[in-house]
């Protein structure tokens, strides 16, 4: 966990005026379970969307017996759209995360994201895909 947040903050570029303030670092793991009973299982928000935080970064821990879950990062005219229907003009990146810790960044106000939910694999009773989502965001002093 601490190389991989080594690895988001030392990508991350920061204007002069906040290079050296302290900054927060979220770390999320989310874990998308199905089964036959369930056999989807999709991240909230379902739509393309922004985080918020200055940088965005997710991990792949691992997957199996799942099928789709398509991250699509696309440009800010997307946002509300669902991944799956970005025209390809908005799309700027659409790409499945395979292996064990392959990932992607993002510097959040730059472009909208999304993931199109999992599905059981066929022959398969049960399956998952995890994840690890790091931001990272430059703290501030509260107003006085
Ligand atoms: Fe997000």
Redesign the pocket.
């Known amino acids: 966990m601490r190389a991989i947040i080594l690895n988001a903050t030392s990508r991350a570029e920061w204007p002069a005026a906040e290079y050296n303030r302290p900054v927060a670092v979220g770390v999320h793991l989310v874990s998308q379970k199905v089964c036959t009973e369930k056999p989807v299982a999709a991240v909230t928000?379902r739509v393309m969307?922004?985080?918020g935080e200055t940088y965005?970064y997710?991990h792949l821990v691992e997957r199996h017996n799942v099928d789709a879950g398509w991250n699509v990062v696309a440009s800010n005219d997307a946002i509300g759209l669902d991944p799956a229907s970005v025209p390809r003009e908005m799309t700027l990146q659409r790409f499945c995360l395979e292996r064990p810790l392959q990932g992607f960044g993002l510097r959040d106000a730059d472009v909208s994201?999304?993931?199109e939910p999992v599905s059981l694999s066929e022959g398969c009773t049960s399956g998952y895909r995890n994840t690890i989502?790091i931001d990272l965001t430059p703290m501030r002093e509260a107003p006085r």
């Open positions: 928000p969307h922004q985080d965005g997710v994201h999304g993931v989502l």
